[in-house]
C-alpha cells in the first residue's frame, strides 16, 4: 500500500521500524524510485520517497529552487521518518545521491547507511555532449543562462519499453511523472554548487555505503563511483550492472538493485540492533549475510 501526499508527489510506504529514504534526481520526481521503495517494502522496510522543493512542476519552479532547497525537503523527510523508525538509511538517485551524502556528512549519529544509485558529481556519460564542458565557462552569461540540458537518448534507459513510456510521459508534459524534459543550466549550476561542498566531506563520512552504478551510464560515467570508493571514510560496497543505463532504479535489473538493496539494508539493521543489544531474528540475520561483507 502506498500514499501520495496530497500537497505534492512524495510516497510513503510502511513497514517495520528500519526506515529507508529515498531522493529523486534533479529535474526528476518520487515515481522514478517507486520500484525500489516497493520492493524494499515487501522485504519489510518503511521507505519514503520525497519530492525535492521545485520539482515535479515547471522549469520556472524549479529555477527558483537551489541545492539548499532541495536539501532542507530532504531534511524534513528525514525527520519524519525518523520519528516512526529506529534505523534510518539514506539514498537516492544521481543527485539524489549527493544530498545523502551532505546528510550523512552533516547528520551521521541520524543516519545508519547509504544507498546511493547511479551517483553524480559531474555528467560525462556517453550522451552526453563532448562541448558540455563548457557550459562552466560561459554559464555567467545570457547565453549560458538561457541554456538547458535537454533529456536526449536513450533517456537513462535501457529498456526499450520502459523508455517509450517515459518519452510519451515527456511528450504529454507530464513532469509529476516522468520528470523535466531538460534541465534548466541555473539547476545544474546548483549541483556543481553541492557537488564543491560535498567532495572536501568525503573523507568525514564514515557511514557504510552501497552504490549501484551500470557500467554503461549513459549520464554519469562509471568513474563518479571509482571517486567515492577512494574518497569516502567508510565502508563501501560497490554493484556494477553490466545491463542497465543511468537509472538504475527502473531499468532493466532494477530487480537486482532491490535485492541488493535489501540485503544491505538488512545488515545496517543488524549493525544497529547488535549496538543496541537488541536481539534480531534468525531469519533476518540470514538474510543479511547474502551479499553483504561481514564486520
Known amino acids: 500500500m502506498n500514499v501520495v501526499k496530497p500537497e505534492d508527489q512524495s510516497l510513503f510506504f510502511p513497514g517495520g521500524k528500519t526506515g529507508i529514504l529515498l531522493i529523486h534526481g534533479l529535474g526528476g520526481t518520487p515515481a522514478e524510485l517507486k520500484v525500489v521503495a516497493t520492493g524494499l517494502q ?29 536539501a532542507a525537503s530532504a531534511d524534513a523527510a528525514l525527520i519524519e521518518l525518523r520519528k516512526q523508525c529506529d534505523t534510518v538509511l539514506v539514498g537516492g538517485l544521481s543527485l539524489g ?9 552533516k547528520q551521521p549519529e541520524k543516519i545508519s ?31 549560458g543562462q538561457r541554456y538547458r540540458f535537454k533529456e536526449r537518448e536513450p533517456y537513462g534507459i535501457k529498456d526499450e519499453r520502459i523508455r517509450k513510456l517515459i518519452m510519451r510521459a515527456m511528450g504529454q ?16 549550476k546548483e549541483l556543481w554548487d553541492l557537488v564543491a561542498v560535498v567532495k572536501p566531506e568525503l573523507p568525514s563520512i564514515k557511514t557504510p ?3 549501484v552504478h551500470a557500467r554503461e551510464d549513459d549520464i554519469s560515467d562509471l568513474s563518479n563511483t571509482i571517486y567515492l570508493q577512494r574518497k569516502l571514510g567508510g565502508l563501501v560496497d ?31 539493521e543488524g549493525l544497529a540492533s547488535r549496538a543496541a543489544n537488541k536481539p534480531v531474528s534468525l531469519q533476518r540475520q540470514r538474510a543479511a549475510m547474502h551479499g553483504v561483507p561481514s564486520t
Not at 97 to 105: C, E, F, P, T, V
Open 42 to 70: 515487501k522485504e519489510g522496510f518503511t521507505v519514503s520517497c520525497c519530492e525535492l522543493a521545485g520539482h515535479c512542476g515547471t522549469e520556472e519552479d524549479l529555477i527558483k529552487t537551489g541545492w539548499r532547497d532541495w
Open 173 to 188: 508534459g507530464n513532469s509529476a511523472e516522468a520528470g523535466l524534459a531538460a534541465t534548466p543550466s541555473q539547476s545544474l
Open 209 to 211: 555505503a552501497l552504490i
Open 238 to 268: 560497490t554493484l556494477v550492472l553490466d545491463d542497465s543505463y543511468h537509472i538504475v532504479t527502473i531499468d532493466k535489473q532494477r530487480s537486482l538493485v532491490v535485492d541488493r538493496s535489501a540485503a544491505f539494508a538488512r545488515w545496517i
Open 97 to 105: 545521491a549527493i544530498l545523502a551524502l551532505h546528510a550523512a556528512a
Open 113 to 143: 547507511g547509504l544507498l546511493l544509485y547511479a551517483p553524480t558529481l559531474w555528467y560525462d556519460g556517453f550522451s552526453v555532449p563532448w562541448y558540455a564542458f563548457l557550459l562552466k565557462w560561459l554559464i555567467n552569461t545570457p547565453m
